[in-house]
């Protein structure tokens, strides 16, 4: 069910997207995370060292990205035990750009470096049924992560965005399959966070499904002039129709994951409020942004707004889409 949602009333509640018990905060609130995904770890993370700099809050990440294209729970795990060079890592800890290393194995960054949350998600196009698909896999690879350690670690499960389209040339989904997807993948990372040694969500998929109840977010992306896409609408995505476009989709993308890291840290999520971050192509420069998708989307400062509020509604109720309504 959809909640209806009124910007004037808009509430930060404190997240139900970890367990009550998480009581480890990284020290002098540098978080070091290491995303073991895909390409929409990408999407999710590329902005966020970059915005979180400008807010006046007392935080820094450090990130990596263990990226390989399409990669699933199951595809990391075997890497792992095949010690396979899969993965091209992106590592930002400070300074004005990303850096990248090619070939590289999961081994090489969790010894190399120290990390304090260790993020994955499942491939957008394979929603395994969490019960009976791919659980074991799951635990199969905390329990690899976890025995070759000697530092402290907490898990976090990405919620991966819906998308309008299978492939740039195959199947293009319906508003409702993309609906169905949605509800599927939520009710698996409940399940996650609930059922297994995983902590924390991080809830990008409904923040961008948030961004799609604005009839004019819904409309942008460059996907609507694909000539397979009959809908005519971008759905915040690029033109292939599976990634979050660079610009307004990918700094909601970036607001969501600060707002899971701001409550972590207890930290004043209000001062999300305070960024005005204007992504722009001349923004993008010198920052070696991890796997661009497509051109920059300009935005308002309206629009960054509204990203705010989708990104803290998602915190807030992770498991549900929230209807940003505008009182003009």
Known sequence: M??????FVFSLLFSSCHKEDLDYIPKNNVVRILAIGNSFSQDALAYVPFILNDLEVDAEAHIGILMMSSATVSNHVENYEKNAAQYTFYYYDGGASWISQSSKTIQWAISNFKWDIIMTHQSSWTPDDWSVGYQAELNKFISLIRSSVDYPVRFAW????????????????????ILSHFYYTASDAQLILNESDFDLVIPVGTAIQNART??????LGDYANNEKNASGLGYLCAFDGVHLQEGLPCQIAAYTFIVSMLRLLNLNVQSIYEDDTKITAKWTMGKSIPGPHGSVLLSTKQDREYAKYCAVAANDYPFEITSIVSMQ
Request: charged fraction near 20%; proline fraction near 9%.
């Open 2 to 7: 959809k909640r209806l949602f009124a910007l």
């Open 214 to 219: 604005i009839p004019a977010f819904k409309a």
């Open 158 to 177: 990405m919620l991966s965005p819906s998308r309008p389209a299978q492939t740039n040339s195959g199947v293009n989904w319906s508003d409702e399959t």
